[in-house]
């Protein structure tokens, strides 16, 4: 697995991981981590685990979450949301 750097996005410790296959498809993708914000686990007390979240090389690319993301960004700059 190849990881980016942490950084530093408006306080939140963000990285890229890239992935092997999606658990639907075995479709490669990407993994999104939030060092910043834990999940916790009730059972195991102290435990820090970032929130994570994976997406498909096909749904970024081809099902459009590229696009709303930059669309979003976009927005955000200029002071819609």
Do not use: W
Request: some cysteine; aromatic content about 8%; glycine content about 8%.
């Amino acid at each position: 697995m190849m990881t980016s750097a942490d950084q530093n996005v408006d306080g939140e410790m963000l990285c890229i991981q890239r992935t092997m296959g999606s658990r639907e498809e075995n479709d490669p993708g990407y993994a999104f981590l939030n060092r910043s914000r834990s999940e916790r686990d009730p059972f195991i007390e102290n435990d820090h685990i970032p929130q994570r979240i994976n997406f498909s090389e096909s749904f970024i690319f081809n099902g459009g979450l590229l696009e709303l993301i930059q669309d979003l960004a976009d927005k955000y700059q200029g002071g819609e949301i």
